[in-house]
């Protein structure tokens, strides 16, 4: 069983498009992070959220903690090409950071 | 110059052969990973470490053996591969909860 659901697997839009994408789980987390992966490197943090129900911003990207700490999404508005890439969540409890599937994202100009 | 150092970047080998892939740290971090990456498996943990006298393993570490020979360097070793450890390997430090990525070292076993 997969400890983190991320969907969709794959997205492909149009610059200027609005997406969602979501990590599910039936477990819950002190804290969730989320990275984006670009093509030829290594995974780059892009957000912590702790507490539920909080929402954090960055630029485009707004980032949400369900209230019961099981779920998050990932809102970009008015999608770029430069947001291109893999994005992934992750969690860690007593163990180290173990990592949904990730959303591969696509965004045409 | 990066602050973590993954060498080789890419390797091309073959079934039985031994293979090693380094890692090395300018971060001054304790903890040290090694995720194992696979089209539509995500990041998979192979092995880590929370300072040079501790090495645990992770989700998928047989066939893998790693050496943490300072606080800087944590290498990966195959002893034998075979064709599906061909795979995308990602080096990682930490000092508290994020993660810091090498570029991956991509291997190929034929």
């Known amino acids: 069983t997969q400890l983190l659901e991320q969907s969709p697997q794959f997205l492909s839009i149009q610059e200027g498009e609005n997406l969602t994408v979501y990590c599910n789980s039936s477990?819950?987390?002190?804290?969730l992070q989320w990275y984006r992966q670009e093509p030829g490197e290594g995974p780059v943090l892009l957000v912590t959220?702790?507490?539920?129900?909080e929402v954090k911003k960055l630029k485009r990207l707004t980032f949400q903690f369900g209230d019961a700490r099981k779920d998050s999404s990932l809102h970009i508005t008015a999608a770029q090409p430069g947001d291109t890439g893999l994005y992934l969540c992750?969690?860690?409890?007593?163990?180290?950071?173990?990592f949904g599937k990730g959303t591969r994202l696509s965004v045409i100009a | 110059d990066a602050d973590v150092t993954q060498t080789p970047r890419n390797r091309i080998t073959k079934t039985g052969k031994r293979i090693m892939l380094e890692c090395s740290q300018t971060?001054?971090?304790?903890?040290m990973y090694w995720y194992r990456q696979d089209p539509g498996l995500g990041l998979r943990l192979i092995y880590y470490?929370?300072?040079?006298?501790?090495?645990n393993k992770g989700e998928i570490s047989d066939g893998y053996s790693v050496s943490r020979q300072a606080q800087a360097k944590f290498s990966l070793s195959l002893e034998s591969a075979i064709p599906n450890q061909t795979a995308l390997y990602f080096c990682?430090?930490?000092?508290?909860?994020?993660?810091?990525f090498g570029e991956g070292s991509r291997l190929t076993v034929l």
């Open positions: 990682a430090t930490a000092d508290t909860g994020e993660l810091f």
């Open positions: 959220v702790v507490t539920g129900g």
């Open positions: 477990s819950v987390f002190s804290s």
């Open positions: 470490s929370f300072d040079v006298k501790d090495i």
């Open positions: 971060k001054g971090h304790d903890r």
């Open positions: 992750a969690v860690s409890g007593n163990t180290p950071l173990v």
